[in-house]
């Protein structure tokens, strides 16, 4: 009879635990699912400003400092219209784009209802972001509704310029936060700056 009870209480004791375990793995599971984000940007290699002729552009260095920090996946937005120019004519091509509302075509896209939180990331040339990004805006127009969007920009002195104020105006169901901004010059050697803003986020991973 002891012997009985002994394995009785054994075998409880063993599916006690692996309930717990299952459970856990559920709740883990479950919790990874949650909060899912996504970097979508555009990034300019090639001549840039202050920093030269450079083999990846600033604001993919910054995407993958998020990525890096949160677990975000990421689409680029990707164009060869610009691809092996030097930046004065870059830049006159880009005011003349965004002057005429012009909307380049990109490569590929991405799926958003999979995303609750959307980084949107890019240069700043004219005081927004490249004309090449709104064509992105204009496709995915409705499927930011009840997301939260975090806009970022790379820049040598123009801040975040209308950037937040034009996702806001392409996304108007979207819970648009507050951007953040860095100058293109500093992005290698100051990853520290882009921590201490993913930190003051609130976001699940």
């Known amino acids: 009879m002891l012997l009985n009870i002994k394995s009785i209480i054994t075998a409880a004791v063993a599916l ?5 375990c299952s459970g856990g793995e559920k709740q883990e599971k479950v919790m990874n699912n949650e909060g899912k984000s996504l970097v979508v940007f555009f990034s300019h290699a090639g001549d840039n400003y202050a920093v030269g002729n450079i083999e990846v552009g600033n604001t993919k260095i910054v995407a993958d400092y998020i990525t890096e920090l949160t677990g975000a996946e990421q689409f680029e937005i990707v164009t ?16 003349e ?3 005429n509302g012009e909307l380049p075509e990109y490569e590929g896209d991405v799926d958003m209802s ?4 959307v980084f949107i990331g ?5 005081g927004t ?20 969007v975090i806009p970022f920009t790379t820049h040598e002195g123009s801040g975040l310029a209308n ?5 806001k105006e392409a996304f108007p169901g979207a819970n648009v936060q ?3 901004s860095i100058y293109g010059h500093e992005v290698r050697t100051n990853k520290a700056k882009v921590e201490k803003w993913i930190k003051g986020l609130t976001l699940s991973k």
């Open 16 to 20: 006690l635990v692996s309930t717990a």
């Open 97 to 99: 784009e965004t002057k």
């Open 122 to 126: 890019g240069p700043v040339w004219w």
């Open 129 to 148: 972001y490249p004309q090449v990004m709104f064509t992105f805006f204009k496709k995915h127009a409705a499927d930011l509704k009840g997301k939260t």
């Open 163 to 167: 950037c937040v104020e034009d996702v």
């Open 178 to 180: 507050k951007g953040f």
């Open 80 to 95: 060869h219209k610009y691809d092996g120019m030097a930046y004065t004519p870059l830049i006159n091509l880009a005011k």
């Open 114 to 117: 999979e995303y609750d939180t």
